[in-house]
């Protein structure tokens, strides 16, 4: 049996087209549950004033793999209290506190993340 190289080529080619279609799928619902997620956040937990979001799922520039996770950072409020809440989003999520970790990281997420959600009283 022979094996046609251009057949093969094409099959190739539409598998990575529509496994690039689904995995830009997945990465907008992974943008809009975290999204939601963060207004959640700030209705619900009065002491958070901003939810950044950062990582693969919302830096392009980034791989994005179908097990890649939801990266957010809080400003001000107790990340223990709030997993409830975060374990319902639906994707994996990982959660940081700006005011507890490393201050490069920090400066980091604030200058390349996004900001998602943020209280009224901080943008007063």
Do not use: K
Not at 85 to 93: K, M, S, T, Y
């Amino acid at each position: 049996m022979m094996v046609d190289p251009a057949a093969v080529a094409r099959r190739i080619q539409q598998a990575n087209t529509r496994e690039r279609r689904a995995l830009t799928a997945q990465r907008t619902a992974a943008q809009d549950a975290a999204r939601h997620l963060a207004d959640l956040l700030i209705i619900q937990y009065p002491e958070v004033e901003t939810v950044w979001g950062f990582g693969s799922t919302f830096e392009a520039w980034r791989s994005y793999r179908a097990g890649s996770d939801i990266d957010l950072a809080i400003e001000h409020g107790d990340i223990v209290q709030l997993y409830p809440l975060v374990e319902q989003c639906g994707f994996p999520v990982d959660l940081v506190s700006l005011e507890d970790c490393d201050h490069a990281f920090a400066r980091s997420v604030r200058a390349r993340g996004s900001i998602l959600a943020r209280s009224l009283q901080e943008e007063s």
